[in-house]
């Protein structure tokens, strides 16, 4: 069983920044890819940004040129850099990775973006 924990949400102002991080209790590099869902109340859960095994990012057409999502082989962790912030980010984020169409969730961290 693979575990996902996920950290570094919180409140923030518009404008500012946050950085999530989520680290895998194995080598990241043995799935598919890996990435960030959200969730605002009413809404559906969301891609926002996935990184694939060779390295290719992509990312929901809502925060590109804001967000960044990297990984460390390393420390077996991928983050999700949050930039220029808006309130319309507010949600819960979740870190997933993908084997095939098996998927494996984190807990989810709060994200509010509010003044």
């Not at 575990?3 to 043995?30: D, H, K, Y």
């Not at 109340?41 to 999502?69: H, M, W």
């Given at each position: ?6 950290s ?9 920044s ?13 799935f598919?890819?890996?990435?960030w869902?959200r ?16 390295g ?17 082989g ?16 507010t ?7 993908r ?5 494996d ?9 509010s003044?």
């Amino acid at each position: 069983q693979v575990q996902l924990v996920e950290s570094g949400g919180g409140l923030v102002q518009p404008g500012g920044s946050l950085r999530l991080s989520c680290a895998a209790s194995t080598n990241i590099f043995m799935f598919n890819d890996m990435g960030w869902y959200r969730q605002a109340p009413g809404n559906q859960r969301e891609l926002v940004a996935s990184i694939n095994v060779g390295g290719i990012t992509n990312y929901a057409d809502s925060v590109k040129d804001r967000f960044t999502i990297s990984r460390d082989g390393a420390s077996n962790t991928v983050a999700l850099q949050m930039n220029t912030m808006k309130p319309e980010d507010t949600a819960i984020y979740f870190c997933y990775a993908r084997t095939l169409r098996h998927y494996d969730w984190g807990q989810g961290t709060q994200v509010t973006v509010s003044s």
